[in-house]
């Protein structure tokens, strides 16, 4: 794991499930084809209402120049990230697009998972709200080995709860090289 | 020996240990792994990824395919990944796949698992899909999991787990004539929040759950993942025994596994069902909870009738009962959740009408078994939300663009509520027109 992400922030609120990350027309893409992975990372948060839509103003597109990948780096959100269904193409669409780090104050299981175990990108838990503190667009740094999150506009500096046991395979890369190195899989 | 609750009994007995306590990482080996055709392709890219071209899953007879989501489209990249399975499935040598166009062909695999015989008790259930957790119902930890950890699955038979805390929902009573478990389960969710039992099981007991036949306490367990839970579990009663028995896949042996006295529980609420009322999920959250009472009048587009969660036969008998005999003022989709329940809308009767044709009869179109336009799925699917319409629906999930259209509005209730709403064109109290 890099020692920080540094980038633009897009901003959710409350109970982003995985319909809004990627919604289930396009989960007739594989993701194990590579020329169709992207195909998620163009659709990505495509079902988040406008309104919600990087916040605090909303009617913010998540992308601008390119159409598969984000300007944004680090997602900001709010209470259970990631509800709904157990469809790994959401935390395969926020990589696909490029976000490297999600911050949201807590994580519905089987995203979490997802996200830990194929190693797609960190999901950190904030100690504060933060989706109500920073803004879409704002300059943000991880520290990720002090739990810091440096709000780079502002100069604002936010607390992140530490990786804990999850650490361990986010650093080996997921499950699958976490495995190896515990000694569980020989392959 | 600490007491436990059984789903730390379940997962310590999977994982070898006599005790384990909520928090403790743990390996535990799957008893079945489930996959369809929406995360089946994406697991077997993993699972050639990591173990080779040339690697075998770790047992051919616990791998279940079962294709249910997006099944009659003209999608072309849908039925390439149908395709996909086929290849898999003929390469491994799997033993139970359902495929589409065949007589094993079954529709939701939720309901498909147990009718045919892939849920016991005291098992380990993982399935690439949220709902897996409905297999509960048989006193077995079933949980939703993604591709990553179902190819991890697939090659070795094992998975890290952390073991959950349980907390304990108590139902006492009988239900009421316009009462479903889908209105306790929306009552549950209300009361706890979308998020309220995120990294917990969530174990239901008392009276009132075992006086509910076999696919309401599947109905209870299915919608735990609506408030975020890891697991939704019943232990088992005679009533189960007797569903499971009669068909048990290959006959195999299994261990009833109960809640030990004095388990600890993080979390006890009791309820009496007898004085509840129809509740109902407003857009757009499963939790939004009001009564049908508070909410009676509001227009809507569209009725549907179908899913893991309300397209069981208990469903479809619950909404011919005030759909018999009468005309719906609105669009109306019945979708049953597997091809044996479509077979029994066509035999079983009531007053001497089938079910299927009490429902054509009163103006609703009948679909084929799949999970159909619950997810949304292909712009082609039966009874998708194509624009930004109101729909009633004895479905799961109400976020905003789950049933196609993302300004769709739609509002979660029983088949009974569903059918009220259904002849008025507005959302009705069963209670004002049980017949």
């Known amino acids: 794991m890099q020692s920080t992400i540094t980038g633009k922030a897009y901003v959710l609120g409350d109970n982003i499930d995985t319909d809004q990350i990627i919604p289930a027309q396009y989960l007739t893409f594989n993701p194990a084809v590579p020329e169709e992975y992207q195909m998620f990372g163009k659709f990505a948060l495509s079902s988040v209402p406008a309104s919600q839509a990087g916040l605090p103003k909303g009617h913010v597109p998540f992308h601008t ?55 797609y990108l960190v999901p950190f838990e904030s100690v504060n709200r933060l989706c109500d503190r920073i803004c879409t667009g704002d300059d943000v740094k991880i520290d990720v080995e002090n739990n810091l999150l440096h709000n780079l506009t502002t100069g604002e500096q936010w607390q992140l709860k530490p990786l804990g046991e999850v650490a361990p395979i986010i650093d080996a890369g997921g499950v699958f090289p976490y495995a190896k190195k515990v000694g569980m899989l020989k392959v | 020996m600490p007491a436990m609750t059984m789903t730390e009994k ?30 089946g392709p994406g697991t077997i890219g993993v699972f050639h990824q990591h173990f080779g071209k040339n690697a075998k899953v770790w047992d051919r007879e616990k791998v279940v395919i079962i294709p249910d989501h997006y099944i009659f489209t003209a999608d072309a990249m849908a039925n390439r990944n149908v395709d996909t399975l086929r290849k898999f499935v003929a390469e491994q040598n799997i033993k139970y796949f359902y495929d589409v166009g065949t007589p094993r062909y079954k529709g939701v695999c939720h309901i498909a698992l147990p009718e045919e015989g892939h849920t016991r008790p005291g098992e380990v259930l993982f399935g690439t899909d949220s709902h897996t957790c409905t297999a ?36 006492h009573g009988n239900l009421p004539p316009y009462l479903m478990a889908k209105d306790l389960i929306l009552a549950v969710i209300g009361d706890i929040g979308c998020d309220g039992a995120t990294y917990k ?18 109905t209870l367990c299915n919608m735990v993942i609506e408030a975020g839970g890891k697991n939704g579990v019943i232990a088992p009663d005679q009533v189960t025994l007797d569903y499971v028995n009669a068909r048990n896949a290959s006959g195999k042996k299994y261990d009833v596994v109960t809640t030990d006295q004095g388990a600890t529980f993080c979390y006890e609420r009791v309820y009496d069902v007898t004085k509840l009322e129809p509740v109902i999920a407003k857009p757009h959250s499963p939790d939004n909870r009001a009564y049908v009472s508070e909410v009676r009048g509001t227009k809507l587009d569209r009725a549907y009738i179908g899913s893991c969660t309300g397209g069981k036969m208990t469903d479809f008998r ?24 479509a077979a029994g809308l066509k035999s079983e009767k009531l007053n001497g009408q089938s079910l299927e044709d009490v429902f054509l009869s009163a103006g609703a179109k009948i679909g084929q078994p799949s999970c159909a336009a619950c997810l949304g799925g292909p712009s082609d699917t039966f009874g998708r ?12 999930r109400n976020f905003p663009g789950r049933m196609g259209h993302k300004e769709a509005k739609v509002f979660l209730a029983s088949p009974l509520t569903v059918a009220a709403s259904a002849l008025t064109g507005v959302i009705a109290d069963p209670r004002d027109c049980l017949q």
């Open chain 2, 201 to 218: 099981a969530m174990e239901f007991d008392g009276d009132g759950v075992y006086a509910l036949n076999i696919e309401e306490r599947m």
């Open chain 1, 65 to 119: 120049k390119d159409e598969f990948v984000s300007d944004y780096r680090i997602i900001v959100g709010g209470k259970n990230f990631g509800c709904g269904s157990s469809r790994e193409h959401a935390p395969i669409a926020l990589d696909a697009a490029g976000i490297e780090a999600v911050v949201a104050e807590f994580y519905a299981r089987i995203f979490f998972r997802n996200a830990v175990n194929g190693g």
């Open chain 2, 10 to 39: 379940i997962l310590g007995r999977h994982a070898g240990r006599d005790s384990v306590q909520p928090g403790d990482n743990i390996w535990v080996d799957a008893d079945i792994l489930m996959t369809h055709d929406v995360c």
């Open chain 2, 318 to 341: 619950a909404a011919a009962g005030i759909l018999k005999g009468r005309s719906v003022k609105i669009d109306t989709f019945v979708v049953p959740a597997t091809s044996e329940i």
């Open chain 2, 136 to 171: 509960g119902a048989f006193g077995e930890f079933a949980t939703g999991i993604g591709n990553t950890d179902a190819g991890f699955v697939m090659g070795t038979g094992k998975l890290w787990v952390k073991v959950p805390p349980t907390m304990r929902f108590v139902f």
């Open chain 2, 385 to 396: 939300l194509n624009g930004p319409i109101s729909c009633i629906s004895t479905t799961n």
